[in-house]
């Protein structure tokens, strides 16, 4: 039974518009939740995470949202750039469970110039 | 500062033979751990270790073991190779959480495994 679901496998964006990448869990134990970058041949790359406390975190370009009602989290980036195209993990975690990350299976975003 | 360092970055193995993947960190991180990454799967946590001595399981434990003899290293071991252990292998390290909080996993590059 996957825990944390990424349900679409790709996404195709044009240069300076809006990516929404998605995320649904099913554990309402999870208290944090992070999103990774990953590049072909490069380990995930730690792009930004949220704690349960709150329902948006903010950083530059990228936004993450978190709706607990709907077990749903989003990260958006804006504008998107040609160097944003990688595979995007979203991750879900118990904090008193040591930390341990369940992953989405990721999408493959692509931005177009 | 190299972060989380593996090796080897590939490895092709034949089925039965056993090996074991290095994962070292300079970070000081408590907290260091193993995934696989399989096709359609994302990254699934093999095994985990919080301090120097002490190990746990995570998702798919089988078929692999560790040891944490050091702050440092972390070596994931397979016995047995089976095919179906054919994956990518990835070490991530961290500062504990009941230290300091919320603490993002560091990702080393990975290890490409094919078992014939």
């Known amino acids: 039974d996957q825990q944390v679901k990424q349900n679409s496998p790709s996404l195709s964006v044009q240069e300076g518009r809006i990516s929404i990448l998605n995320c649904d869990y099913t554990n309402s134990m999870f208290d944090y939740f992070l999103w990774y970058k990953k590049y072909p041949a490069e380990g995930p790359t730690f792009l930004i995470s949220i704690s349960s406390i709150k329902d948006k975190n903010e950083d530059g370009r990228f936004t993450v949202f978190l709706n607990k009602s709907a077990k749903h989290l989003s990260l958006h980036i804006v504008p998107s750039q040609p160097g944003d195209s990688a595979v995007y993990f979203c991750a879900a975690s118990i904090r008193s469970n040591t930390g341990k990350l369940i992953f989405g299976q990721g999408t493959t975003l692509q931005v177009k110039p | 500062n190299a972060g989380v360092t593996q090796t080897p970055k590939f490895q092709v193995l034949k089925t039965g033979q056993s090996m074991t993947l290095q994962c070292a960190q300079d970070?000081?991180?408590?907290?260091m751990s193993w995934y696989r990454q399989d096709p359609g799967m994302g990254l699934r946590l093999i095994h985990y270790s919080v301090g120097a001595g002490i190990t746990d399981q995570g998702e798919v434990p089988n078929g692999y073991n560790v040891s944490r003899s050091t702050t440092e290293d972390f070596p994931l071991r397979l016995l047995s190779a089976a095919p179906s252990q054919t994956s990518v292998y990835f070490c991530?390290?961290?500062?504990?959480?009941?230290?300091?909080?919320?603490?993002?996993?560091?990702f080393g590059d990975g290890t490409r495994l094919s078992i014939l």
């Open positions: 970070m000081n991180h408590e907290y």
């Open positions: 991530a390290s961290s500062y504990s959480w009941t230290d300091r909080g919320d603490q993002p996993q560091h």
